[in-house]
């Protein structure tokens, strides 16, 4: 059925923009990550999203999957097999051109190729954070070449969120299901307080199942769309030492940790036919996954004591490594061409490492020049990576014991690209200046990229005669944002932002083969960095009851955008050959809103009552063949209609989530699958049993309406007989009980 999302829409905007409410808190909360420069995220030239861990909690986010179930605009990819979710998108964009960064260090990028190989980016305990904030549009101005897109920024918890002044320790402990994938959680912190210095603990286990679908086709092999057997677990642990010697001074290390074991039955590999002479029939496929993630940090928030050229200033000394090790088991039963069957066993192994090395410094100044006010904010950062990606594998004649390395079109072990270092040195400043009801924030950062690739033993083996190309791009992102004052309670906006984005290594120097599915990936040392340009005009106002209301528009171009090992047909060599290309240009554009009221507003009787509101729509096209961009969202909107009792102690709020069809779509690989509009229904339920005692609880897709995200199904043939595999959960429930000592 097709959604009439904007008549819906309108039906809510206008009541809104004359007596606006419902979260008091929500543009008046304080966002950092926009310009580095605390600021209520009225004051920002910019779209932002701000969630605490009291949200977090009352929209039961287990995953990061869970933190943008009400957030139009911004998706996130789960192709419901064995690897699951594989990175945000926002506004169209997505991949590692989304900044993932915890504590100002950046999270590892994603990569896969083939069939049993998938590194993710979702390698992060929602648990131990206290808060998260999600820039839309291009940052790179501030973080350089992964933000074109935007930035999730995460932080995670400080002995102070468990310590009031008066308190020497405090401890919380926290238990949790999900039935988006039937798991239970349970987790600890604890912190405490001597003296000048505090500390924290935080520990978090998971453990779960296959996410669940609507799937109706049981049994083996590809037809079927009931989702694939899985255990999966995780441990998470943070630990933090602060000492406080003085007002304005603080020195922290932070330790953090996070492993994720996922054990798969893929049925769906699995075939129950015997193989004809010359084929083969696989009878058992099982993955072995593990994404582990370490990381220690130092930083020092200081501030000078008498008068100096300079506010405050903070800096950062860290190191990461993560790991992806991800084994596959295969049973087989191969014919000959006489119809002797044969018993074997395959075993393959992935594995993707990420080391990184780097620093931060950044001073604030404040200063005032004749009628305007500055907020200085400059720095530098140095960032080094090393990634490594390797594949092994063995087969083994089950008749005979014979094992070999080689399994064709392979000969492990097998490396797709080189060993690669990366180095980004940066430099940047932004000044925040203040002229009456003007608010100019010009910003520039410069960027100097270099890629340098090692071609060892292994990968030289497989691709002879590669010669591997180095990187060395410098890049100067400029910014400028300029709000204007209203009144005191109202701001307009307008923000320009440049981007940049260097060529990652698996796209310059891959090097991949599989001649017996008649394709290969190769490199391209020609390809230039992604640059954007982006336009953002917004308009935000807020009342005194806690109303508000947010309207942004958004025009951004993206040139020479790297689309990713594009597939062509080579008439010489008769394979499909998949190449990383430029496109000339591409261009997004769109609108978005937030919205709140109380609709005591309208009558007395209504008191404790809101509703919320958050929409977007937007649309994509390639220039480069006049085709629309298949990254691109439908429609969505998501109404909130809530109700908090006048103890403050409980309260409830039901949930609309309206997503329209899907109409613009490039069918030029061919005819792909469209999914219609949705509308979903869940309710969220909080309730302080104690001070001390607090349970929430939801009940998701009330309706237990069958739909797609076209995050999930975008690039998949109509023609898929088992397109049910990737449909969204039916009906569910969750829970989460925390008391605190």
Same mark, same amino acid.
């Given at each position: 059925?097709?959604?009439?999302?904007?008549?819906?829409?309108?039906?809510?905007?206008?009541?809104?923009?004359?007596?606006?409410?419902?979260?008091?808190?929500?543009?008046?909360?304080?966002?950092?990550?926009?310009?580095?420069?605390?600021?209520?995220?009225?004051?920002?030239?910019?779209?932002?999203?701000?969630?605490?861990?009291?949200?977090?909690?009352?929209?039961?986010?287990?995953?990061?999957?869970?933190?943008?179930?009400?957030?139009?605009?911004?998706?996130?990819?789960?192709?419901?097999?064995?690897?699951?979710?594989?990175?945000? $998108?926002?506004?169209?964009?997505?991949?590692?051109?989304?900044?993932?960064?915890v504590d100002g260090v950046r999270l590892?990028?994603?990569?896969?190729?083939?069939?049993?190989?998938?590194?993710?980016?979702?390698?992060?305990?929602?648990?131990?954070?206290?808060?998260?904030?999600?820039?839309?549009?291009?940052?790179?101005?501030?973080?350089?070449?992964?933000?074109?897109?935007?930035?999730?920024?995460?932080?995670?918890?400080?002995?102070?969120?468990?310590?009031?002044?008066?308190?020497?320790?405090?401890?919380?402990?926290?238990?949790?299901?999900?039935?988006?994938?039937?798991?239970?959680?349970?987790?600890?912190?604890?912190?405490?307080?001597?003296?000048?210095?505090?500390?924290?603990?935080?520990?978090?286990?998971?453990?779960?199942?296959?996410?669940?679908?609507?799937?109706?086709?049981?049994?083996?092999?590809?037809?079927?769309?009931?989702?694939?057997?899985?255990?999966?677990?995780?441990?998470?642990?943070?630990?933090?030492?602060?000492?406080?010697?003085?007002?304005?001074?603080?020195?922290?290390?932070?330790?953090?940790?996070?492993?994720?074991?996922?054990?798969?039955?893929?049925?769906?590999?699995?075939?129950?036919?015997?193989?004809?002479?010359?084929?083969?029939?696989?009878?058992?496929?099982?993955?072995?996954?593990?994404?582990?993630?370490?990381?220690?940090?130092?930083?020092?928030?200081?501030?000078?004591?008498?008068?100096?050229?300079?506010?405050?200033?903070?800096?950062?000394?860290?190191?990461?490594?993560?790991?992806?090790?991800?084994?596959?088991?295969?049973?087989?039963?191969?014919?000959?061409?006489?119809?002797?069957?044969?018993?074997?066993?395959?075993?393959?192994?992935?594995?993707?490492?990420?080391?990184?090395?780097?620093?931060?410094?950044?001073?604030?100044?404040?200063?005032?020049?004749?009628?305007?006010?500055?907020?200085?904010?400059?720095?530098?950062?140095?960032?080094?990576?090393?990634?490594?990606?390797?594949?092994?594998?063995?087969?083994?004649?089950?008749?005979?014991?014979?094992? $070999?390395?080689?399994?064709?079109?392979?000969?492990?072990?097998?490396?797709?690209?080189?060993?690669?270092?990366?180095?980004?040195?940066?430099?940047?400043?932004?000044?925040?200046i203040r002229a009456g009801a003007f608010?100019?924030?010009?910003?520039?950062?410069?960027?100097?990229?270099?890629?340098?690739?090692?071609?060892?033993?292994?990968?030289?083996?497989?691709?002879?005669?590669?010669?591997?190309?180095?990187?060395?791009?410098?890049?100067?992102?400029?910014?400028?944002?300029?709000?204007?004052?209203?009144?005191?309670?109202?701001?307009?906006?307008?923000?320009?932002?440049?981007?940049?984005?260097?060529?990652?290594?698996?796209?310059?120097?891959?090097?991949?083969?599989?001649?017996?599915?008649?394709?290969?990936?190769?490199?391209?040392?020609?390809?230039?960095?992604?640059?954007?340009?982006?336009?953002?005009?917004?308009?935000?106002?807020?009342?005194?009851?806690?109303?508000?209301?947010?309207?942004?528009?958004?025009?951004?171009?993206?040139?020479?955008?790297?689309?990713?090992?594009?597939?062509?047909?080579?008439?010489?060599?008769?394979?499909?050959?998949?190449?990383?290309?430029?496109?000339?240009? #591409?261009r997004i554009y769109g609108a978005e809103?937030?919205?709140?009221?109380?609709?005591?507003?309208?009558?007395?009787?209504?008191?404790?009552?809101? #509703?919320?509101?958050?929409?977007?729509?937007?649309?994509?096209?390639?220039?480069?063949?006049?085709?629309?961009?298949?990254?691109?969202?439908?429609?969505?909107?998501?109404?909130?209609?809530?109700?908090?009792?006048?103890?403050?102690?409980?309260?409830?709020?039901?949930?609309?989530?309206?997503?329209?069809?899907?109409?613009?779509?490039?069918?030029?690989?061919?005819?792909?699958?469209?999914?219609?509009?949705?509308?979903?229904?869940?309710?969220?339920?909080?309730?302080?049993?104690?001070?001390?005692?607090?349970?929430?609880?939801?009940?998701?897709?009330?309706?237990?309406?069958?739909?797609?995200?076209?995050?999930?199904?975008?690039?998949?043939?109509?023609?898929?007989?088992?397109?049910?595999?990737?449909?969204?959960?039916?009906?569910?429930?969750?829970?989460?009980?925390?008391?605190?000592?």
């Open positions: 059925m097709r959604s009439r999302l904007a008549p819906a829409l309108l039906a809510i905007v206008v009541p809104l923009a004359s007596a606006q409410s419902a979260d008091p808190t929500h543009l008046e909360m304080v966002t950092i990550t926009a310009t580095r420069i605390a600021s209520r995220i009225l004051d920002v030239p910019a779209t932002v999203t701000v969630k605490d861990a009291e949200a977090m909690d009352r929209e039961l986010v287990f995953d990061v999957e869970d933190l943008l179930r009400y957030e139009p605009g911004v998706s996130m990819r789960n192709d419901g097999g064995r690897f699951g979710t594989s990175g945000p $998108s926002i506004r169209g964009i997505g991949g590692n051109r989304v900044l993932l960064e590892p990028d994603a990569f896969e190729i083939g069939s049993f190989a998938n590194a993710g980016r979702d390698v992060l305990d929602m648990d131990l954070l206290k808060r998260v904030e999600i820039v839309r549009g291009s940052a790179s101005s501030l973080y350089g070449s992964d933000a074109i897109a935007g930035v999730f920024a995460f932080t995670t918890k400080d002995p102070e969120d468990l310590l009031a002044a008066d308190r020497r320790f405090g401890l919380t402990a926290k238990g949790g299901y999900s039935g988006w994938n039937d798991s239970v959680m349970a987790g600890a912190t604890a912190a405490g307080r001597a003296g000048a210095w505090s500390t924290l603990v935080t520990y978090t286990r998971r453990d779960g199942h296959e996410l669940d679908n609507a799937g109706t086709r049981g049994g083996v092999g590809a037809l079927r769309t009931q989702p694939v057997p899985q255990d999966s677990y995780s441990d998470s642990v943070l630990a933090k030492v602060v000492f406080d010697p003085r007002e304005g001074q603080r020195l922290r290390l932070t330790l953090e940790g996070t492993r994720d074991d996922a054990f798969t039955d893929v049925l769906s590999s699995v075939s129950a036919t015997a193989p004809s002479p010359g084929g083969v029939q696989t009878t058992g496929l099982v993955g072995s996954d593990v994404a582990e993630r370490r990381r220690i940090a130092l930083d020092h928030e200081f501030a000078p004591s008498g008068e100096r050229w300079f506010e405050r200033g903070e800096w950062r000394i860290y190191r990461q490594k993560s790991t992806t090790s991800q084994e596959t088991f295969e049973e087989r039963r191969a014919a000959s061409l006489a119809g002797v069957i044969t018993p074997q066993a395959r075993w393959r192994e992935f594995t993707y490492e990420q080391e990184t090395s780097g620093a931060e410094a950044v001073l604030f100044s404040r200063f005032a020049v004749g009628a305007t006010d500055h907020t200085l904010a400059y720095g530098l950062e140095y960032v080094e990576t090393d990634t490594a990606q390797l594949r092994q594998g063995v087969q083994t004649n089950l008749a005979t014991g014979v094992s $070999s390395t080689t399994i064709l079109p392979d000969v492990f072990p097998v490396r797709d690209f080189p060993l690669t270092t990366t180095r980004q040195a940066s430099a940047f400043v932004q000044d925040e608010t100019v924030t010009p910003g520039v950062r410069f960027d100097d990229y270099a890629l340098r690739p090692h071609v060892d033993a292994i990968f030289a083996a497989d691709n002879p005669g590669f010669t591997a190309t180095d990187i060395d791009e410098q890049n100067i992102s400029p910014k400028l944002g300029v709000m204007y004052r209203l009144a005191a309670n109202a701001t307009a906006y307008l923000n320009y932002a440049a981007g940049f984005r260097a060529p990652p290594s698996d796209d310059v120097n891959i090097g991949f083969e599989n001649l017996a599915f008649g394709y290969t990936a190769i490199a391209n040392p020609d390809l230039k960095s992604e640059t954007s340009d982006s336009f953002e005009l917004g308009w935000r106002v807020t009342r005194d009851d806690g109303g508000y209301l947010g309207l942004a528009g958004y025009y951004n171009l993206y040139d020479d955008f790297i689309e990713s090992r594009v597939g062509t047909f080579d008439p010489v060599s008769g394979l499909i050959v998949f190449q990383s290309q430029n496109l000339s240009e #591409v809103i937030v919205a709140g009221l109380p609709l005591e507003a309208f009558t007395p009787s209504l008191r404790g009552f809101t #509703v919320r509101l958050a929409g977007a729509w937007s649309r994509g096209d390639n220039r480069s063949n006049d085709a629309p961009l298949n990254s691109i969202e439908p429609p969505q909107a998501v109404v909130g209609l809530a109700y908090r009792a006048p103890t403050r102690r409980w309260g409830m709020e039901l949930v609309t989530t309206v997503a329209g069809r899907v109409d613009r779509v490039d069918h030029s690989a061919g005819l792909l699958f469209t999914p219609g509009g949705y509308t979903t229904f869940d309710l969220l339920a909080d309730f302080a049993v104690t001070p001390r005692l607090r349970f929430n609880a939801g009940l998701f897709n009330l309706a237990d309406r069958t739909y797609w995200e076209w995050s999930d199904v975008s690039g998949r043939f109509a023609s898929n007989p088992a397109l049910e595999r990737y449909t969204r959960p039916g009906r569910t429930a969750g829970a989460t009980i925390r008391y605190s000592w």
